[in-house]
Structures are given as structure tokens and as C-alpha cells.
């Protein structure tokens, strides 16, 4: 899947959206036979249009025209660090001679210094208070010297970042001048699949554009952040719609316009939302302090296969399994281990990995929260007060997929939370069959005991050791894997940068 954000030329897309209409008439004329003729008195006068149908036909225009004057185009000027000359020499090679001397004329002699690239981000929000607030994107206005936001009518204002929050992708801005300014309030409903949505926005900076669809799915992952619980919209948005609001019929904003799927750079007429009950709690979190608290419990995590299930005796596969609960946390003080599988939280069913991570994310430092969780086929619970969540810190899935030196293409689990019970070593319980663990022969049920010599108990060792042998410029990593068979040495080789 890619979310891409290549503009399209608008010419060619209507273009080819006009030719396809005339087909379309074309064909259904074909259908059936020979075309109807209407009397010459009908054809010379107006198109005749009292029988048509149109009770069952919604029409947002009344929504439309109360929601849309609080509804802003964003622009923001950035300033980015760009590549250096060093960085380019290398593609330098690839250019005509006569371009190259030119560089070589015109361009830094020393080699080395860095770029910076000025430009214009361009993007929707919208007003949630008469005082002048904005949500919109963080993608929008990062990296922003200066923002403006231009309203319905026309008019440019200027206006402030008051926070921002790159795990959610959202941004607060304030508008500098003072005013009574219409705005919109978030939804307190949930949306339902099949529901009516409307999108506003400025897609390729044609401010007050209007799209409709429905709700097509609800909390998609799509790997663009940890707290990923996106609702899925047919409604057409584009580059420049990020920040917009989409609306119910009751004129209330259900979420915020993030990203699009599309394998060609346009709306193929799948876009991706953040719930209004996210941006919700977010935003209060901006208003009053710049910053959003997270509550910190201290475990890596990692999803539940279905052969850990099984060996686990777990009904489902559903939970999330603790790799790890580092030293000094609130999971590791309440008694929380590898092995253990979270299978509810304050009493709420836990999905899988993700599931937690968002649930966790969603409480405040100090808030006092009931696990229950199942170890050696038994159900146990722990009272957990959660720590406060540093900028980095985040119980997310850990697996050696995620690898940023060495992608095995594998999911792992402590040995002895599998049906090798009491055995050292972490298991493989997962393969990719076109990742590196693959070629080389390794299958589900292998036990992975030890790497550059070091015996391991858990993914996290696993990724750590790998890491340490990256640092320490080895040009591969070896680990000693027991299969079915026999025990053996495999090595790794690190790619070649």
C-alpha cells in the first residue's frame, strides 16, 4: 500500500473523466437495442424531468452552507535542510558533461556545505472556536516559518502554531487577530459503516472544494504512526485536503483528512480520517499546555499468532504478548513478565498489540488501570498506575520486522511462552517467505539461542545484539538457530549502505 501525494495535472484528469462520460452515455444508448426517439416538440423545447426520482437522492448543499465558512485553507512557508553537495556528488555522475562543468563553474567549490530549500506547504483546517482556534495536520505546518489561513470569503489571516503532536499527526494554531469567528464542533457519535460523510478542503489550493461519500471502513492501520485507528472515507480528497474536516449530515465533524491510497499519485477515492474522539482529546491536550501526556506502562508487546494462541491454550488470538517489561516501569513494579499475554484492560477486551498501545495512549500519567492477563494457562490481574510517557517511549509490537539494521522478515516470542515451555531461546513464529530468514532455511517452530554468541531469551535481546553488531561495523551477524533437526550457525549479512 502506498500513500503518496503526487499532484496529477488537473487537465488531463478531467480530461479523461470527460471522455469516460461520453462512453458511458454512449453505451447505455447501445444497451437494448435501438435508441428511443423523443417527439420533435420535446426535443426542440426543454428536457422534460417531473418523473424523475429524487427523494432517495441526499443532498448536502443546506450542510454544506453551514459548515463551510469555518472551514480555512492553511499556508504555511518552510525552510527545510536539503542535501548537501556531497550528497549530490554521487549523482553528479550520472549528468551530461556540459551540465556537470557547469556545476563545477557555479556551484560550491568546498563541497560539503549544506542546502536549504524554501517553499510553500499548502493544506485545509478548520475553526473549533469563535476565538480563533484551528486543528489541522502536523505535517502541514512542520518545519513552518510563518502560517496564514485564508477564509471562505477570501480573507488572509495570520496565525500561530499553539502545539503539535506528530504521533497523531494533528496541530493546534491560533489566529493572531482578534474576532468572533464561525466555527464547527467535533462529533460526540460513532460512526457507523454505510454513514453519509462530507469532505472540505483545499485540494491543489482550490480552496472550498466539496466532496461527498460514505464511512467505508473503520479503524484501519496504516502504519503511519503508533495510535493508528483510522476511519476509511470513499469521499474524494487530494494533496491539500490534509487538515480538512469531514462532516456527518448533522453538520459535525467526524474527523480530520490525513492521507489518501493511491497507487498513482491521485484519489482513487480512498482517504484515511483521524477519528473526532482522537482529535478530541488531543486538542485539549494543545490548548492547555502545547503538549499531549501519555500514560507509560513499559512493555515491548508483539501480537498474538494463532500458534501462540495455541500453544498458549488462549481461545483466540487475540491480546498482546509482553516481550519485555524493562526494569523500573509500571508493568515491571506490578509484576508483569515475558510471556504474559494482556487480554483486557479496565475491563476492556484488548485486540491485539496495537490495541493496547492506543489504549494506553489514551490515559493520563498517574491514572490507575486494571490488566488482566493470562500466564501458564491461567488468568491473573494487576493494578498498574502508569508513568508518565517520554518523547520517544511507546508500547508498540516488537518484532524483528521492524528491524532498522537487519530485516529478518520474521515475528519472534520467548521460547518459553510457546510449546517449548521451560527451553531457552526465542522461537520463530512467524516467516515472511521472501525475507532473508527464509533463504536460509530457517521455518516456524526454529529457535533462535543465541546471537554473536550471546544466548538469548527474548525478541528484544535478539534485536539488541543485532544492533550491537551493526555499531561494531561487522559485515554480518551470526546466530545459532535449533530446528527440527539439528542445531546450526546461520549467518546474516548486514545490507551494503
Known amino acids: 500500500m502506498s500513500f503518496l501525494n503526487s499532484r496529477l495535472p488537473i487537465l488531463s484528469r478531467t480530461r479523461m473523466l470527460a471522455s469516460a462520460a461520453v462512453v458511458a452515455l454512449a453505451t447505455s444508448g447501445a444497451v437494448g437495442g435501438a435508441m428511443l426517439s423523443a417527439p420533435t416538440s420535446a426535443r426542440a423545447g426543454a428536457v422534460d424531468t417531473s418523473n424523475l426520482q429524487t427523494s432517495g437522492m441526499p443532498s448536502f448543499a443546506t450542510v454544506v452552507e453551514r459548515v463551510k465558512p469555518a472551514v480555512v485553507s492553511v499556508k504555511v512557508n518552510v525552510e527545510e535542510a536539503a542535501a548537501t553537495s556531497d550528497d549530490l556528488s554521487g549523482q553528479m555522475d550520472n549528468l551530461p558533461p556540459e ?49 496564514t489561513v485564508t477564509m471562505d470569503n477570501g480573507k488572509t489571516l495570520d496565525a500561530k502554531v499553539i502545539g503539535t503532536d506528530e504521533k497523531t499527526d494533528l496541530a493546534l494554531l491560533k489566529i493572531t487577530e482578534p474576532g468572533d469567528y464561525p466555527f464547527v464542533k467535533l462529533s460526540k457519535d460513532t460512526t457507523r459503516v454505510g454513514d453519509w460523510v462530507v469532505a ?14 460514505i464511512v467505508s471502513a473503520e479503524g484501519r492501520d496504516i502504519g503511519s504512526g503508533p495510535y493508528d485507528s483510522f476511519i476509511q472515507i470513499d469521499a474524494p480528497i487530494n494533496k491539500g485536503n490534509s487538515g480538512g ?29 483521524i477519528p ?29 499468532s494463532q500458534e501462540i494462541a495455541d500453544s498458549l491454550g488462549l481461545k483466540t488470538a487475540n491480546g498482546a504478548m509482553v516481550d519485555e ?13 515475558s510471556g504474559d499475554v494482556i487480554t483486557k484492560l479496565n ?17 493520563k500519567p498517574g491514572e490507575k488501570v486494571e490488566l488482566t492477563f493470562m500466564r501458564d494457562g491461567a488468568e491473573k490481574s494487576a493494578s498498574v498506575t502508569l508513568g508518565a510517557m517520554k518523547k520517544e517511549q511507546t508500547a508498540k509490537a516488537d518484532s524483528a520486522q521492524s528491524e532498522s539494521a537487519l530485516k529478518l522478515g520474521v515475528q519472534l516470542a520467548p521460547a518459553n511462552a510457546t510449546a517449548g515451555q521451560g527451553q531457552p ?7 515472511d517467505p521472501d525475507g532473508m530468514a527464509a ?15 550471546k544466548p538469548v531469551t527474548t525478541p528484544s535481546e535478539v534485536k539488541a545484539d543485532i544492533a550491537s553488531a551493526k555499531q561494531d561495523g561487522k559485515k554480518s551477524v551470526m546466530m545459532l538457530v535449533r530446528t527440527a533437526e539439528t542445531s546450526r550457525f546461520v549467518a546474516f549479512e548486514f545490507p551494503k549502505a
Do not use: C
Open 439 to 453: 533463504s536460509k532455511g530457517l521455518a516456524n517452530g526454529d529457535v533462535i539461542l543465541e546471537v554473536s554468541g
Open 99 to 147: 551540465v556537470q562543468q557547469f556545476f563545477h563553474h557555479h556551484g560550491d567549490s568546498h563541497g560539503s556545505a549544506p542546502m536549504s530549500r524554501h517553499g510553500m506547504a499548502l493544506g485545509s483546517g478548520f475553526l473549533i472556536s469563535a476565538d480563533g482556534y484551528v486543528v489541522t495536520n502536523n505535517h502541514v505546518v512542520e518545519h513552518g516559518k510563518n502560517v
Open 347 to 363: 475491563g476492556q477486551e484488548i485486540k491485539d498489540a496495537a490495541d493496547l498501545t492506543r489504549h494506553v495512549g489514551a490515559l
Open 245 to 273: 474536516p469531514t462532516f456527518n449530515l448533522k453538520g459535525e465533524v467526524v474527523g480530520v483528512n490525513t492521507a489518501i491510497f493511491s497507487p498513482s499519485g491521485g484519489s482513487v477515492g480512498l482517504g484515511f480520517a
Open 200 to 213: 472540505i478542503g483545499n485540494p491543489f489550493g482550490l480552496g472550498g472544494t466539496v466532496t461527498a461519500g
Open 425 to 431: 531461546g526465542v522461537v520463530i513464529v512467524a516467516v
Open 276 to 304: 473526532a474522539s482522537t482529535v478530541d482529546s488531543v486538542v485539549d491536550s494543545l490548548e492547555h499546555g502545547g503538549v499531549v501526556s501519555r500514560g507509560f506502562l513499559g512493555v515491548q508487546i508483539q501480537p498474538v
Open 325 to 337: 517489561a524493562q526494569p523500573g516501569t509500571p508493568a515491571a513494579e506490578a509484576g508483569l513478565k
